[in-house]
């Protein structure tokens, strides 16, 4: 009954989120740089924009935690090039890096194309780079790596924010935990991200790992084999 509630209820909400999304790309297409309040309107915008995304990423990890817990999850593999899901996740987050300043620095190596399921690798490498944007301090740095190792695709997100205490990391990828990282400003999540993406590493055959100093920076990296 619970996971048929979530579910039908997550659905229905699709609906007005998709119809806020085309309000807000109609408003964008519309908005005159060049107007006396042009600026301020940018900023409701991307606002809105925002808490939009947010509310659909909310939805979305409901529903994938209700597929895992009725084993609902298949598997949908075709070819893909990790690195354009890279590029892509990091375009549609440049919103977000832009409100804090930050400078992200890929190092990509040419890889060959590996089969896996493309909605499910993009919510990991969104949740990671997501993460690092929320808890790096504005104007520092993100890495965002690529590269073959023995067999496996490795994809690495560095920040240098506050770091994780020793005591939380290996709580890290517990359901409904959250990144009790100390800083100030609050971070909303769900706390079902990187529970979900080491359901969904696992399920492809990889890995996933996080490496932190307190006051340092963290390191969250997964790995995906080259061959199945």
């Given at each position: 009954?619970?996971?048929?509630?979530?579910?039908?209820?997550?659905?229905?909400?699709?609906?007005?989120?998709?119809?806020?999304?085309?309000?807000?790309?109609?408003?964008?297409?519309?908005?005159?740089?060049?107007?006396?309040?042009?600026?301020?309107?940018?900023?409701?915008?991307?606002?809105?924009?925002?808490?939009?995304?947010?509310?659909?990423?909310?939805?979305?990890?409901?529903?994938?935690?209700?597929?895992?817990?009725?084993?609902?999850?298949?598997?949908?593999?075709?070819?893909?090039?990790?690195?354009?899901?890279?590029?892509?996740?990091?375009?549609?987050?440049?919103?977000?890096?832009?409100?804090?300043?930050?400078?992200?620095?890929?190092?990509?190596?040419?890889?060959?194309?590996?089969?896996?399921?493309?909605?499910?690798?993009?919510?990991?490498?969104?949740?990671?780079?997501?993460?690092?944007?929320?808890?790096?301090?504005?104007?520092?740095?993100?890495?965002?790596?690529?590269?073959?190792?023995?067999?496996?695709?490795?994809?690495?997100?560095?920040?240098?924010?506050?770091?994780?205490?020793?005591?939380?990391?290996?709580?890290?990828?517990?359901?409904?935990?959250?990144?009790?990282?100390?800083?100030?400003?609050?971070?909303?999540?769900?706390?079902?991200?990187?529970?979900?993406?080491?359901?969904?590493?696992?399920?492809?055959?990889?890995?996933?790992?996080?490496?932190?100093?307190?006051?340092?920076?963290?390191?969250?990296s997964f790995t995906l084999p080259?061959?199945?």
């Amino acid at each position: 009954m619970k996971s048929n509630f979530l579910s039908m209820v997550s659905h229905d909400l699709k609906t007005p989120i998709a119809k806020i999304q085309a309000v807000v790309e109609g408003m964008r297409r519309d908005l005159n740089p060049s107007n006396e309040r042009g600026a301020e309107w940018k900023e409701w915008i991307d606002s809105i924009e925002n808490s939009n995304n947010e509310l659909k990423r909310f939805i979305t990890s409901i529903l994938n935690l209700s597929r895992i817990e009725s084993q609902k999850v298949i598997l949908k593999k075709k070819s893909n090039d990790i690195n354009l899901i890279i590029q892509h996740t990091l375009k549609r987050l440049t919103p977000l890096v832009q409100q804090k300043n930050l400078i992200i620095e890929e190092s990509l190596d040419p890889l060959f194309s590996i089969e896996c399921d493309e909605e499910l690798i993009r919510q990991v490498v969104n949740n990671l780079i997501d993460n690092a944007i929320k808890y790096s301090p504005p104007a520092s740095k993100i890495l965002v790596r690529s590269r073959e190792v023995e067999g496996f695709v490795r994809v690495e997100v560095e920040d240098f924010g506050p770091g994780i205490p020793k005591d939380q990391l290996p709580l890290m990828f517990r359901k409904f935990t959250r990144l009790l990282r100390p800083i100030k400003e609050q971070v909303k999540g769900t706390g079902l991200g990187l529970y979900l993406s080491k359901y969904f590493i696992e399920l492809h055959g990889g890995s996933i790992r996080v490496k932190s100093v307190e006051g340092q920076g963290t390191t969250f990296s997964f790995t995906l084999p080259l061959q199945h």
